[in-house]
């Protein structure tokens, strides 16, 4: 059998399955059976496409594309927001754009500049402040501007944010308080492996490789029990627990 008719097949046996897990009327399998590739496009652009366009998965995946097609476009969209008003939310979604396309010193400036006001000590703006300075190699800039965080703001929660605390401390050297926050981070139930592993790595540089190989294996138990999905998202966890637990 040809290639094409192997595609062909695949395709219409996918819509089918979609006709019948979506409810979509039965005679669309018929007319799919009989009609190869043209039926497989009218059945894409009647039934799939307008239905992907009200899906906030499918709304996200295409948001994705574009951002690696154009990295850029979120940012170029803030910025003439900010020009044409000037307001604290526009400034706050600039930052956010400037700190996803890695422009950390832009993202530092706009974050301080919103820090004003009502909104001087606001969680998340300090969050996203302490984010920049982090990838701007200023970790005592930025566990400075956590420990105001919670100063202000002790009911606040993120998790993401307690990990990058504990990075932060981490960089500075203070080992022990930063081994303390990893611990917590992980009996907390951080989502993803990459506080456990990061946890392990500082146990075994600090020659606690016992604790440090039960982590390891931890994550690796772990991934393996979980969906697909999940063992791609923590690929790179993944792999430095093989390397380091050999």
Request: aromatic share 8%; with cysteine; charged share 25%.
């Amino acid at each position: 059998m040809s290639p094409i008719l192997i595609l062909s097949a695949l395709l219409q046996i996918g819509c089918a399955v979609h006709v019948v897990r979506t409810g979509r009327p039965m005679y669309w399998i018929f007319i799919l059976l009989i009609g190869s590739f043209i039926a497989v496009a009218i059945y894409f652009f009647a039934e799939v496409l307008p239905g992907m366009r009200h899906s906030p998965g499918a709304r996200r995946a295409i948001r994705g594309v574009h951002d690696r097609i154009d990295p850029e476009r979120g940012k170029r969209r803030a910025t003439r927001a900010l020009d044409i008003a000037d307001t604290q939310d526009n400034r706050r979604r600039l930052a956010e754009q400037s700190l996803l396309s890695g422009d950390y010193q832009q993202a530092a400036e706009l974050y301080r500049s919103a820090l004003k006001g009502l909104y001087k000590t606001d969680p998340n703006l300090l969050l996203g402040l302490a984010q920049a300075q982090f990838a701007l190699d200023q970790p005592q800039q930025a566990r400075q501007t956590l420990d105001e965080l919670i100063a202000a703001n002790p009911d606040f929660r993120s998790a993401d944010g307690h990990l990058l605390y504990a990075r932060a401390v981490e960089a500075t050297g203070d080992v022990a308080a930063a081994l303390h926050e990893y611990e917590a981070i992980v009996a907390g139930g951080h989502p993803g492996e990459e506080a456990r592993v990061r946890y392990a790595l500082l146990l075994k540089r600090q020659g606690e490789s016992a604790k440090a190989d039960a982590l390891f294996a931890e994550t690796l138990k772990r991934v393996k029990l979980s969906p697909g999905y999940y063992q791609r998202e923590q690929r790179e966890w993944v792999e430095i627990a093989k390397r380091e637990s050999r």
